[in-house]
Nanobody, 121 residues
């Protein structure tokens, strides 16, 4: 089992920045690829970004490409999502996940509880 805890969410004005963190414990975090997803009310969970187990491979949804940066530090068992130039449509609960490379929620085996990001216009 891998336990994941997100932090760093909050309320920010459009154009602002937030940095989300994901702290992992349990089984070896570096064995897993890591992803960030988000879910807005009434909508399906949506892929945001992924980083491979070594940190060298990344993938982004088109909607966040150039604005968000995903990273991880296996020595600290943490992952991060730096979000810049935030837009109101980025408002959602953000989840980190650990599992296998992909853009689908089913690619990931372990999930955090989520952190709310609200972007005001």
């Amino acid at each position: 089992q891998v336990q994941l805890v997100e932090s760093g969410g909050g309320l920010v004005q459009a154009g602002g920045s937030l940095r989300l963190s994901c702290a992992a414990s349990g089984r070896t975090f570096s064995n897993y690829d890591m992803g960030w997803f988000r879910q807005a009310p009434g909508k399906e969970r949506q892929f945001v970004a992924a980083v491979g187990w070594s940190g060298t491979r990344t993938l982004y949804a088109d909607s966040v490409k150039g604005r968000f940066t995903i990273s991880r530090d296996n020595s600290k068992n943490t992952g991060n999502l730096q979000m810049n130039s935030l837009k109101p449509e980025d408002t959602a609960v953000y989840y980190c996940a650990a599992g296998h490379w992909g853009m689908r929620p089913n690619d990931y085996d372990y999930w955090g509880q989520g952190t709310q990001v609200t972007v005001s216009s």
